[in-house]
């Protein structure tokens, strides 16, 4: 079975469980899932129940889908995510952009915590991904192409939506929310970048670095979706200040913004 009928019959599977064909598609990264609460009429699916699904092992990530409807719109929401580091392959890593898109999806908005590299930032604040650089030297859309999917060489000039961007910004202007502009430098993990690798992702242009959302953004755009990424700053990037970097930072600081990032996202869904 290829990756084409794999994803339609995990696809089907979830129809089984909704009527209604969902809008739009969110991937919630580490600590940002509690989103999941202000959605209504909800129906969870746990990864584990899902045919092709793997199961996510990082901390801040639940593992599942979420269909229902947030802020009046039908979405279809991940919990959580797997990652690179984690083991899995880049096919399955960005596998659930793929059922998406055979969902009905036409809009992905992809979240995650991340370490701001650009020293004008600061833990807590918020991101709009205007580009990104991919430092993993590796691709989601290496192997043989489906077409059913899009092009074997598809264009990478605008990833992420300038309309959506726009959007992004216009939400946070009217909640008052500082919404940031930057390239995510995307970073294999599980270890932290060391301060010369920083060093190395500030002079190629990077104003925050992350271990997932790049493959997933790949992918989408390879189908021909939108796509909008926000990231949320946990911690100011190895080397910038004289401590040692963890993960419950950055679960812990994702837990202070999660009011305003639940809001910024919710004032999204209604433009859209």
Request: aromatic content about 6%; charged content about 15%.
């Amino acid at each position: 079975m290829n990756l084409y009928n794999q994803a339609q019959e995990a696809a089907n599977f979830i129809k089984k469980h909704r009527d209604d064909q969902p809008q739009i598609g969110l991937i919630l990264g580490s600590g940002l899932g509690t989103i999941i609460n202000d959605m209504t009429d909800t129906i969870h699916i746990p990864f584990s129940e899902l045919p092709h699904f793997q199961l996510s092992t990082t901390e801040g990530h639940d593992g599942t889908v979420v269909l229902g409807k947030l802020s009046g719109v039908s979405v279809v929401a991940l919990s959580g995510r797997y990652h690179f580091y984690e083991g899995y392959g880049l096919l399955a890593v960005t596998f659930p952009v793929r059922v998406m898109q055979l969902l009905g999806v036409k809009t992905l908005i992809l979240t995650n915590a991340c370490g701001a590299i650009n020293t004008e930032f600061k833990p807590g604040d918020l991101m709009v991904i205007t580009d990104h650089i991919n430092l993993v030297s590796n691709n989601p859309l290496i192997g043989k192409n489906i077409e059913q999917f899009g092009p074997r060489f598809p264009d990478s000039s605008e990833i992420y939506t300038k309309s959506l961007r726009k959007i992004a910004h216009q939400a946070a202007e009217k909640l008052g929310i500082l919404l940031r502009d930057g390239v995510y430098a995307w970073w294999t993990g599980p270890s932290y970048e060391t301060p010369a690798e920083i060093k190395m992702i500030r002079i190629l242009g990077a104003d925050a670095v992350g271990m997932s959302t790049v493959p997933e953004a790949l992918v989408a755009s390879h189908m021909d979706m939108k796509v909008l990424g926000i990231s949320c700053l946990t911690n100011m990037a190895s080397g910038i200040l004289d401590q040692k970097l963890s993960h419950q930072e950055v679960l812990e600081v994702a837990q202070t913004v999660n009011l305003k990032f639940r809001n910024l996202i919710k004032n999204i869904v209604i433009q859209l």
